[in-house]
Nanobody
Framework: QVQLVESGGGSVQAGGSLQLSCAASTYAISACTMAWFRQAPGKERELVSAASTVSGAESYADSVKGRFTISRNHAMKKLYLQMNSLRTEDTAVYYC????????????WGQGTQVTVSA
């Protein structure tokens, strides 16, 4: 059973930085695309960033381009999201996800970590 555990969330003032981490329980997801999603209160969950192992490609939502950086440490089975120049609108629960299915859904999800950015 694949488990994903996020950490690193917290409260920060606007303009500050946080680094989120996602630890996987198995190397089985090493070949999978991994991603960060977020969901703010009253809003739909949105894809923040994704990293493909196969192509090496990274993608970012327009709202975070230039501020957030996704990275992977395969040996440590970890996924990271470095978030700089945080804005109040970045406040959300952030989720780690892994392995896109044939229906274009992510198969495995973490429990989420809260990020709160204050003005």
């Amino acid at each position: 059973q694949v488990q994903l555990v996020e950490s690193g969330g917290g409260s920060v003032q606007a303009g500050g930085s946080l680094q989120l981490s996602c630890a996987a329980s198995t190397y089985a997801i090493s070949a999978c695309t991994m991603a960060w999603f977020r969901q703010a209160p009253g809003k739909e969950r949105e894809l923040v960033s994704a990293a493909s192992t196969v192509s090496g490609a990274e993608s970012y939502a327009d709202s975070v381009k230039g501020r957030f950086t996704i990275s992977r440490n395969h040996a440590m089975k970890k996924l990271y999201l470095q978030m700089n120049s945080l804005r109040t609108e970045d406040t959300a629960v952030y989720y780690c996800a892994a392995c896109v299915t044939s229906q274009a859904h992510y198969q495995y999800w973490g429990q989420g970590t809260q990020v709160t950015v204050s003005a």
